[in-house]
């Protein structure tokens, strides 16, 4: 009861959706807007739930005229399969949704008109949030995929390039089948300030996760992959490369041929702690 309540107090809502729900009363569709927002407030708590589970950092549930978003404090450092279980915990809520309204209408309590609206709106959510377009479930799912084979700095970025070009696509769509449409071209336009704001921080976020893997709780890593590296190579260069989910020994290869071991968390605490921030790998061969 008590994380229930506490998941509440970080739901807030936009101002744009007062303005919505004052325009659906003076004009008589007060229950669709209803409908649509306890569907949306469902999705969110859902990622929100299973985020408590975990016991992530929950910063904000922000419902919106079109949608929510859920956002965590956690950069990226968190089990890939934690994190997918949180992101598919939205999209899961539409199916018992939808299998209680069914039966709601099966013992006539629910009318069908409303039933078929609300089929309709628990569908409409369900698809656009699966679609690859970051900050929505199927452009986190993107990155999730990519990530387990990319470093974090280029899988995120992959995503955001999958991402632009996915809208753009989209957006191409929509200017050929429904051009007046105006409330797919406000969603279309929020998606471009996200993807826009998202790849102006991404070294910004890129550092965070960095931080995060130095400074914050530490996970098990489910797995161990060695990095190559040569002592001519920048640190940062080599940071690049760390994936999440794994833990990284450095490999460098000396000019004499000889092969010499770091720990990730050397290199974390030379860059973060020591401020070598244009060193060399051979330089902190001196070090440690």
Not at 76 to 102: C, D, F, T
Not at 145 to 171: D, G, R, V, Y
Request: with cysteine; hydrophobic share 50%; proline share 4%.
């Amino acid at each position: 009861m008590n994380k229930a309540i506490e998941l509440l107090r970080h739901v807030h809502i936009h101002p744009l959706l007062w303005i919505v729900i004052g325009l659906a009363v003076v004009t008589a569709h007060f229950v669709e807007v209803c409908l649509l927002l306890a569907i949306i407030f469902i999705h969110e708590m859902g990622h929100a739930a299973a985020a408590s589970f975990f016991s992530w950092r929950i910063k904000r549930i922000t419902l919106l005229p079109f949608g929510g978003v859920a956002e965590m404090d956690e950069h990226g450092n968190r089990p890939l399969k934690e994190e997918a279980i949180v992101v598919l915990a939205g999209p899961l809520q539409h199916v018992w949704m939808v299998a209680i309204s069914y039966g709601l209408v099966s013992l006539n309590i629910m009318s069908e008109d409303l039933f078929q609206l609300f089929l309709q709106y628990n569908l409409m959510i369900f698809i656009f949030n699966l679609f690859p377009v970051w900050p929505l479930d199927g452009g986190k799912l993107v990155l999730l995929l990519l990530s387990l084979k990319f470093p974090f700095s280029n899988a995120h970025q992959l995503t955001l390039i999958i991402s632009i070009i996915s809208l753009c696509l989209f957006s191409l769509l929509v200017l050929l089948t429904a051009p007046a449409n105006i409330n797919v071209w406000i969603i279309i336009g929020f998606l471009s300030f996200s993807l826009y704001y998202e790849w102006k921080q991404r070294r910004y976020i890129f550092m965070r996760f960095l931080l995060e893997r130095y400074y914050g709780k530490k996970s098990n890593p489910s797995a161990l992959i060695p990095i190559q590296a040569s002592e001519q190579d920048l640190l940062i260069h080599v940071l690049e490369k760390f994936q999440r989910d794994c833990k990284h020994p450095i490999i460098v290869e000396t000019e004499e041929r000889e092969k010499r071991v770091l720990d990730e968390n050397e290199l974390l605490h030379a860059f973060f702690t020591e401020k070598r921030l244009t060193d060399k790998i051979g330089d902190l061969l001196f070090l440690y």
